[in-house]
């Protein structure tokens, strides 16, 4: 869709940043985060659980792109009672930014570092015999000391991605109490297909087969958690815990049917992330003129051309060649040529009087133009998870809460807060500065 072109109005990034006392970025292209999405999004995802079920937030491969930390921060201030990763290295993460909330690693850990995390506090995953010998070695290691490990049955309901038949649940759980384990912490599997509802069914049933044969043994299952994003908004028993990730970040599964009930709740999820550049050059150029690598584009006519400082480096691919446009001053601009590591090029001849002053957003929200995560994901032949999750770390994030710069995390990991502002570590109360490895989380005053 194109326009007329709009006055450009807003303030500048620098203006916004220096007003919140915050650095300036170390390039023109960032990525926005709206922190404030996130948390509303936790409060959406909260308003469908059945009474009594907590929700877990799933903050794995850097909170979908969008920053371990900060996402935490957000998604317990939402509700979130849980944070729910993939590596000990991010569980560790969130423990040094001072978070107090259960931390759940989904995969199991390295033997040699059992130790380690159970000394943490961590909760932990077996799924197979060699990661229960692991656990209940490191268990024995450790008899009596605190805190009290926390672990977590793996049930395999049809994924194949891990964890014990349900007929043979019963077996490893003894197995870890024998070893020391006074109670397991939790009992869980993950939906494959919540589209498909007849496979889904199947995968409750064999979850609830294997809660029944834990009840037969005498063996209480901890915390039941099945469910996750695609099944929430569909019609999948909630147990104890969901663990929503996608909707946290405020899309949906397309191809997962909405429950009429939950219809309000699950249109109030808002999109945080939002990508946006300035032009490091724009170039008049006369017709038949070649850009990029190749020359696979040339202009039709003389043409003005924007080179923007995001390439596939960033996360925007090669894929996107030719296929995706972006929006400045209100008007829909083609990218055009093939994407460099560092930079991609937009025709912006139809933009009167665009300058490097001028913002492009080459990803935003539905309704705002340009493109949408479902919009790259489909031109690339992917799903929603993976592009965001492809977003480099060399992209800033700018985070903003009620509209306003909150924080501002850089390439080495550095996490700078704006004045006032402090990152909320536990669910109940309480607030502290919070970093992921390597991040260093400072205060501007």
């Known amino acids: 869709m194109t326009g007329t072109a709009l006055p450009s109005t807003a303030k500048s990034i620098e203006a916004r940043l220096r007003e919140a006392g915050l650095p300036p970025l170390p390039r023109s292209a960032w990525l926005e985060i709206d922190l404030s999405a996130i948390e509303g999004n936790a409060r959406a995802i909260r308003s469908m659980l059945a009474p009594g079920t907590s929700l877990g937030a799933v903050v794995k491969a850097d909170g979908y792109g969008h920053g371990l930390v900060a996402t935490a921060h957000a998604a317990l201030t939402g509700g979130a009672t849980m944070l729910c990763v993939a590596t000990l290295d991010e569980a560790l993460a969130l423990q040094v930014a001072g978070f107090e909330a259960p931390i759940f690693v989904m995969f199991t850990i390295p033997p040699e570092l059992l130790a380690d995390a159970l000394e943490a506090g961590i909760e932990l995953t077996v799924m197979d015999d060699a990661s229960v010998e692991a656990v209940a070695t490191a268990l024995g290691r450790r008899a009596g000391r605190a805190p009290a490990p926390k672990v977590h049955l793996a049930i395999d309901t049809g994924m194949t991605r891990g964890g014990f038949l349900p007929g043979e649940a019963v077996l490893p759980a003894q197995r870890l109490f024998e070893a020391g384990l006074p109670r397991l912490a939790g009992t869980w599997s993950h939906l494959a297909s919540p589209e498909d509802r007849d496979a889904t ?28 994003t695609g099944g929430l908004i569909d019609d999948v028993p909630d147990f104890d815990l969901v663990r929503a990730g996608l909707a946290l970040y405020g899309d949906l599964p397309d ?41 696979t584009w040339r202009a039709e006519r003389t043409s003005r051309i924007a080179i923007l400082p995001v390439g596939y480096a960033d996360g925007w691919t090669r894929r996107y060649a030719g296929a995706t446009v972006a929006r400045t001053r209100g008007v829909d601009v083609q990218l055009v040529g093939r994407v460099s590591m560092d930079a991609v090029a937009a025709d912006v001849t139809d933009v009167p009087d665009f300058s490097p002053a001028d913002e492009v957003v080459l990803l935003a929200p539905p309704g705002e133009g340009g493109n949408t995560v479902d919009d790259l994901a489909h031109g690339r032949g992917t799903i929603a998870w993976e592009v965001l999750a492809d977003f480099s770390p060399r992209l800033s994030r700018v985070y903003l809460e009620d509209g306003r710069p909150f924080g501002v995390r850089y390439l080495a990991g550095r996490l700078v807060l704006a004045a006032g502002a402090s990152l909320r570590t536990k669910p109940e109360d309480g607030a502290a500065e919070g970093a992921t490895a390597g991040e260093t989380a400072t205060r501007r005053s």
Do not use: C, W
Not at 280 to 287: K, R
């Open 201 to 228: 069914a199947r995968q409750v049933e064999a979850f609830q087969a294997a809660l029944d044969g834990l009840a037969v043994a005498g063996v209480e299952p901890g915390v039941r958690h099945l469910n996750s």
């Open 255 to 295: 191809d997962v049917r909405v429950e009429p009930d939950r219809m309000a709740a699950a249109s109030a999820l808002r999109p945080a992330m939002r990508l946006k550049a300035r032009a490091g050059a724009i170039e008049t150029v006369p017709s038949g003129t070649g850009v990029g690598y190749g020359s």
